[in-house]
């Protein structure tokens, strides 16, 4: 058999046999090839990401638009975009049952028992949408017992690539005391500069402790000017 032909077969086998497994580890490709299937289904679905730039371009068209892409055809195309749409549901459906945060006390509740109790300072980062529904809460660092320091490009990073709305912060403070110090006022000044200037206004910086909750937007801490 001719050497191209075996490899061919041999990377149709594969796609095959992951469209059987696909899970967090399958690459785009391998997703899109399970999509397509037939012959060659890797090398199309290289060429049909490669054009469209990458699954959010791909999803971004319609059937008779992905129809028109080199070796995708009218079948492939509406699987394509019915499954682009199902990812979206999912998305609408995931979101709406996120938690709603309308205040400081919302936020501690949230964040409280991930971080009370930790020996060490954790700074958190939590994304919302526009109608204050959590779409990002990761912890961006943890630092030592009594300080925690965080970049705003680490920070930020996560928010534009996540595509939130605003942001609020939280951290704990393990002595037990909720009192901001004069460092966590200079980070929350540093943050809601930042995030003016990427139009992603900071709302809130909360910490908690085993004494209590303090919300600095609350005691009127957040305005920089």
């Known amino acids: 058999m001719d050497p191209t032909n075996q490899a061919s077969r041999a990377s149709e086998d594969r796609a095959r046999s992951d469209s059987r497994s696909l899970g967090d580890a399958s ?4 997703l899109v090839a399970a999509v397509l299937r037939g012959a060659n289904a890797m090398a199309r679905a290289r060429v049909v990401l490669g054009v ?4 959010p371009g791909l999803a971004r068209l ?3 638009e992905l129809a028109a892409l080199d070796g995708v055809g009218a079948s492939s195309a509406r699987a394509l ?4 749409e199902m990812c ?3 998305v609408r459906i995931e979101v709406e049952d996120r938690p709603q945060i309308q205040s400081p006390s919302e936020v501690a509740r949230l964040v409280r028992g991930r971080l009370v109790g930790a020996v060490k300072e954790h700074f958190m ?9 959590v779409v990002m ?6 630092g030592s017992l009594a300080h925690v320091d965080v970049h705003p490009r680490e920070l930020f990073r996560l928010a534009v690539a996540t595509g939130v709305h605003s942001m609020v912060l939280a951290h704990n403070h393990p002595s037990g005391s909720p009192q901001p110090s004069e460092s966590d ?5 540093r943050m809601v500069e930042a995030g003016a200037l990427l139009g992603i206004p900071v709302l809130d910086h909360v910490i908690v402790a085993s004494g209590g909750d303090t919300s600095l937007a609350a005691l009127g801490l957040m305005d920089c000017s």
């Open 27 to 30: 690459t785009d490709h391998e």
């Open 52 to 55: 469209t730039g990458g699954l």
């Open 62 to 64: 319609t059937a008779s």
């Open 81 to 84: 975009a019915a499954s682009a």
């Open 88 to 90: 979206r549901r999912l």
């Open 125 to 133: 980062a939590i994304g919302l949408n526009a109608r204050h529904r």
């Open 137 to 142: 809460f990761e912890v961006v660092a943890v």
């Open 185 to 189: 006022l200079v980070l929350t000044r």
